[in-house]
């Protein structure tokens, strides 16, 4: 079994930052990657960012290109999500996700909302 614990959303005004933290524990061995899902009301959940098993390999949604950063702690028990310059259209449940194989592990949530 795999737990993920997402830590970090709230409410910021537009322009602000927050950083949103995942930890992960239990059988996590052979991580092949680990990333940030989002999803708002009436959407569908959507990739944010990923970073891949070796490190090197990122993928960031183009919506969020330049304003958000994703990276892991060395032992690859957690990663972040440094989030700048939001807007309203961020707002959103952010979604912690760890890809182990075939098997895809979710964390609960955290709620994002970018409003002034």
């Known amino acids: 079994q795999v737990q993920l614990v997402e830590s970090g959303g709230g409410l910021v005004q537009p322009g602000g930052s927050l950083r949103l933290s995942c930890a992960a524990s239990g059988s996590i061995f052979n991580i092949n990657a680990m990333g940030w899902y989002r999803q708002a009301p009436g959407n569908e959940r959507e990739l944010v960012a990923r970073?891949?098993?070796?490190?090197?390999?990122?993928y960031i949604a183009n919506s969020v290109k330049g304003r958000f950063t994703i990276s892991r702690d060395n032992a690859k028990t957690a990663v972040y999500l440094q989030m700048n310059s939001l807007k309203p259209e961020d707002t959103a449940k952010y979604y912690c996700?760890?890809?182990?194989?075939?098997?895809?592990?979710w964390g609960q949530g955290t709620l994002v909302t970018v409003s002034s």
């Open positions: 996700h760890v890809q182990i194989g075939v098997n895809s592990y």
């Open positions: 970073i891949y098993s070796g490190g090197t390999t990122i």
